[in-house]
């Protein structure tokens, strides 16, 4: 009896995340990526229903876990819709306006889910007052917070490029304009060279897990 009762927890634990794994499968698939958003209510919406109606998967712990794994899925979908290669590349090519929008599109993105997690928790925490939500953002979020922290960066980055690439056009006139435009154009230079130390790095700017960017972004500033 008590097998047979494990089996049937077993099986009414998979039977929720069951409801849950088509959603992971959609969000995962999204070949748009601002579309993602889409997903989210549902997702959280499902979690939500978890919670009031499983007795293995209402525990803080447990949402950790899903919670974590949502964003995990949410940051691979984002380095695959722009990669450090991809905003090099529209550098390269002057297009660094696109690559400052696909950039100001992530992070609203993932800060769309994250302002959808606090809607649910509020419903959670009203609708299930003996077991609300009561776990520290840090650790749901603490990659995808240094993921968002990261991108900003490279708005930063991105941005910055676009505003320097205004002085290779720059020329002065008067009686001193050839020596201004000289010295403009040493600044333009200077820039550039730090610039180029950045395409040449051997990870990809977006990978949040290479901690090298924090020394080379810093230099760089």
């Given at each position: 009896?008590?097998?047979?009762?494990?089996?049937?927890?077993?099986?009414?634990?998979t039977?929720?995340?069951?409801?849950?794994?088509?959603?992971?499968?959609?969000?995962?698939?999204?070949?748009?990526?601002?579309?993602?958003?889409?997903?989210?209510?549902?997702?959280?919406?499902?979690?939500?229903?978890?919670?009031?109606?499983?007795?293995?998967?209402?525990?803080?712990?447990?949402?950790?876990?899903?919670?974590?794994?949502?964003?995990?899925s949410?940051?691979?979908?984002?380095?695959?819709?722009?990669?450090?290669?991809?905003?090099?590349?529209?550098?390269?090519?002057?297009?660094?306006?696109?690559?400052?929008?696909?950039?100001?599109?992530?992070?609203?993105?993932?800060?769309?889910?994250?302002?959808?997690?606090?809607?649910?928790?509020?419903?959670?925490?009203?609708?299930?007052?003996?077991?609300?939500?009561k776990i520290?953002?840090?650790?749901?979020?603490?990659?995808?917070?240094?993921?968002?922290?990261?991108?900003?960066?490279?708005?930063?980055?991105?941005?910055?490029?676009?505003?320097?690439?205004?002085?290779?056009?720059?020329e002065?006139?008067?009686?001193?304009?050839?020596t201004?435009?000289?010295?403009?154009?040493?600044?333009?230079?200077?820039?550039?060279?730090?610039?180029?130390?950045?395409?040449v790095?051997?990870?990809?700017?977006?990978?949040?897990?290479?901690?090298?960017?924090?020394?080379?972004?810093?230099?760089?500033?």
């Open positions: 009896r008590e097998v047979f009762t494990t089996r049937m927890e077993a099986n009414d634990n039977k929720y995340l069951r409801t849950l794994e088509e959603w992971f499968q959609r969000m995962s698939g999204e070949d748009d990526f601002p579309r993602t958003v889409e997903h989210f209510k549902p997702m959280l919406h499902i979690i939500l229903l978890i919670w009031k109606n499983s007795k293995h998967y209402n525990t803080p712990a447990r949402l950790v876990v899903l919670m974590r794994e949502i964003c995990n949410l940051i691979g979908q984002a380095t695959k819709y722009v990669s450090g290669e991809q905003i090099f590349g529209m550098i390269a090519a002057e297009e660094a306006n696109q690559a400052v929008s696909m950039l100001k599109t992530t992070l609203h993105v993932c800060g769309a889910f994250k302002a959808t997690y606090f809607d649910y928790r509020q419903t959670a925490n009203a609708e299930c007052p003996a077991n609300q939500w520290q953002n840090n650790a749901l979020f603490m990659r995808l917070d240094s993921f968002l922290e990261r991108c900003h960066d490279i708005l930063d980055l991105t941005q910055t490029i676009v505003q320097f690439a205004k002085l290779a056009k720059i002065v006139g008067g009686t001193k304009g050839k201004l435009t000289a010295s403009i154009k040493h600044i333009y230079d200077d820039f550039n060279t730090a610039v180029d130390k950045f395409k790095v051997e990870y990809d700017i977006m990978d949040v897990g290479a901690k090298a960017f924090d020394d080379d972004f810093y230099e760089f500033r």
